[in-house]
């Protein structure tokens, strides 16, 4: 008689959920464990934010253009899936911070925003001298309350003042997670800036310590490797050479997953076509909304109603070359609060990323939207691009239209980890186990929004799923 194979579903296709689906199936291929895997996305493609445009010679990244180099999952991955000889770094050059219609180079030195040279600090033009000197503080002022979690906004402020906060560190920060720093825990998104404080004491001290320091003259005389990698044919080639791999039985595409109610030790789950699918196991590694909704019956899912995201906006800008007279050498520039400007960013794509753009031309991709700056993202694409070209003309010398633009609305898309955001999500894993023991989260909701983060935890949740399974079969 035929064991009757217990059944594995992931619901989400971005890239926690292709992750999962790869690794379960390595697992199950390798092991010969008697399991059945189904991966189930809403929308008709898989991928999540990883969309290229090929376009006319050029590479444009509709969502994430890039990953941290050291984050090593996704480079293991791409390995695994064929794409490591596609991953290239992004070329190094200056970078800069608009304040006050000025752009201002980036500090040398500064780790996210934080000193750790004196002399670029010193020198730059981004401060004022009480600004400066407010900063200085931190060499003698105490430490954070132990174990507390509290805003960015609120840590760096105290730590190095308003005026470093708002021209440096914010722009930085802020772009990552399209956030409010007042509002963005720490202990969620940079814990490691609270460590090196109650280590050393002194931020500015324990960043230059515990930073490995770096040789001025590459080895062998070659340039150095920027600290970014993406792929030469474009993140969504990323995604599709993933689930080449998977096999094609187990992905249901273009059905969604409105309702999960646990029936004994298995769980219904109810697709928006009336279909009813039973698993063994899931990983839902879909965005905290659509989680609460999915599980609306468990009301510790509650608390996800309330974390916030934000909507944002990439507008990718392709021009000949001779259309910008004013070329400024680096790579790109954010944009403090301070500014009146509606961009929050620019790169300077052809710079950054070589393979991007065809010889003699041109690519900018500018960011728009962040907390409580969101209505731009909802404009028509004709005003977004006049507001955007408008503000690149401050401190660009722009002289033709582009030859095509390529806007990319992201709608209520980047989770913000407010303060509490640890402990909330500790509670919730902790009913799960208790009352939905084989359920398990994995997303950019989670655990870090960043592609290798978002890989790191749907790894983690294969791993989980193996035990859990593993174990009902003992």
């Known amino acids: 008689m035929t064991e009757e194979k217990q059944k594995i579903i992931i619901i989400g296709g971005g890239i926690a959920g292709l992750t999962s689906a790869f690794y379960l199936q390595k697992a199950i291929q390798e092991e010969n464990l008697p399991f059945e895997l189904k991966l189930i996305e809403a929308s008709h493609r898989l991928g999540?934010?990883?969309?290229?445009?090929?376009?006319?010679?050029?590479?444009?990244?509709?969502?994430?253009?890039?990953?941290?180099?050291r984050k090593l999952s996704i480079s293991r991955l791409a390995?695994?899936?064929?794409?490591?000889?596609q991953l290239v770094h992004n070329s190094t050059g200056k970078s800069y911070v608009l304040v006050n219609e000025k752009l201002h180079s980036m500090p040398g030195g500064s780790i996210m925003g934080i000193p750790t040279e004196v002399g670029p600090f010193l020198t730059t033009g981004l401060f004022s001298i009480p600004g400066k000197l407010r900063a200085?503080?931190?060499?003698?002022?105490?430490?954070?309350?132990?174990?507390?979690?509290?805003?960015?906004?609120?840590?760096?402020?105290r730590r190095l003042g308003d005026e470093v906060v708002e021209n440096l560190i914010e722009p930085l920060l802020s772009g990552i997670y399209a956030g409010d720093i007042d509002q963005l825990s720490l202990m969620s998104t940079f814990p490691q800036f609270y460590e090196v404080e109650q280590k050393y004491r002194s931020l500015i001290i324990g960043m230059k310590k515990s930073t490995p320091s770096q040789p001025k003259t590459p080895v062998n005389k070659e340039k150095a490797k920027g600290a970014f990698l993406t792929f030469k044919t474009g993140l969504q080639s990323f995604a599709e050479a993933i689930e080449a791999k998977i096999d094609p039985k187990t992905i249901l595409k273009g059905h969604r997953v409105d309702k999960i109610t646990k029936n004994g030790n298995k769980y219904d789950v109810y697709l928006n076509n009336g279909e009813t699918l039973v698993a063994d196991s899931i990983i839902?590694?879909?965005?905290?909304?659509?989680?609460?909704?999915?599980?609306?019956?468990?009301?510790?899912?509650?608390p996800f109603k309330e974390v916030p995201s934000t909507s944002v906006a990439t507008v990718a800008l392709a021009f000949p070359e001779e259309a910008v007279k004013n070329?400024?050498?680096g790579t790109g520039f954010v944009v403090s609060r301070n500014s009146d400007y509606s961009i929050t960013a620019c790169t300077w794509t052809h710079k950054k990323w070589a393979h991007s753009t065809p010889k003699g031309k041109v690519l900018l991709r500018c960011y728009v939207g962040r907390a409580g700056e969101e209505t731009i993202v909802d404009l028509s694409d004709d005003r977004i691009i006049k507001i955007v070209l408008d503000d690149l003309k401050k401190t660009m010398d722009i002289t033709m239209n582009p030859d095509f633009s390529i806007i990319?609305?992201?709608?209520?898309?980047?989770?913000?980890?407010?303060?509490?955001?640890?402990q909330?999500?500790?509670?919730?894993?902790?009913?799960?186990?208790a009352e939905l023991p084989g359920v398990f989260l994995a997303g950019a909701s989670y655990g870090g929004v960043g592609l290798p983060d978002c890989i790191d935890q749907g790894e983690a949740a294969v791993q989980n799923v193996l035990n859990y399974l593993k174990k009902e079969n003992s």
Not at 50 to 59: A, E, L, S
Not at 140 to 154: H, M, Y
Not at 409 to 421: D, E, F, I, K, L
């Open 48 to 69: 999540g934010k990883m969309q290229t445009v090929i376009r006319d010679g050029f590479t444009i990244e509709r969502g994430p253009d890039s990953f941290l180099a």
């Open 79 to 85: 390995k695994e899936v064929g794409m490591d000889d």
């Open 136 to 157: 200085a503080a931190d060499f003698i002022l105490p430490r954070s309350e132990s174990g507390k979690d509290q805003s960015l906004g609120e840590f760096f402020r």
């Open 284 to 302: 839902a590694a879909t965005p905290h909304k659509i989680t609460q909704s999915m599980f609306g019956d468990y009301r510790f899912f509650d």
């Open 327 to 329: 070329d400024i050498e």
């Open 408 to 422: 990319s609305r992201w709608q209520n898309s980047m989770p913000q980890y407010t303060v509490g955001h640890k």
């Open 424 to 433: 909330r999500l500790t509670d919730i894993l902790d009913h799960m186990n």
